[in-house]
């Protein structure tokens, strides 16, 4: 299974974000915020905010890129009618991707935002090339 992040599925505009930052319920991890909307429109959006209090440009961006590949990886599973926007902690910031992965995924788990066929938070998807173990 080929996993994507398409434009379909980003916020991109700023009302978008603002609503979700005003209303939206959260959840905190160690390394991740989430904030989460049920969204009017039934299609599920994700948006990841990163502030410039984060550390340099380079820093930032690889938060971003951390987020977008998480989010590439269990976008197929997340239930549908929901706009979630996310950001990394100062820890979250340092941390590895797998580490953030494991618990945007654990955060998604315990907030009922996946589906019951997710296979798992597995970094080492054998549909991905991975061999399997």
Known sequence: MRFFFPRSSR????????????????????LVRLLFLKAEDGVTRIGLAVGKRQGKSHDRNRGRRILKE????ILPWIRPGVWIV???S????KAGSTDVY???????????FLEPEWPG??????SEGAKEK
């Open 90 to 93: 100062g820890t979250g910031m």
């Open 121 to 126: 938070a597995n970094w080492e998807n054998p």
């Open 70 to 73: 998480g989010f590439r990886r």
């Open 86 to 88: 996310a950001g990394l």
């Open 102 to 112: 494991e618990e945007l995924a654990r955060l998604l788990k315990g907030g009922g």
């Open 11 to 30: 916020l991109r505009r700023g009302w978008e974000f603002d609503s979700v930052f005003r209303t939206g319920d959260r959840l905190r991890g160690e």
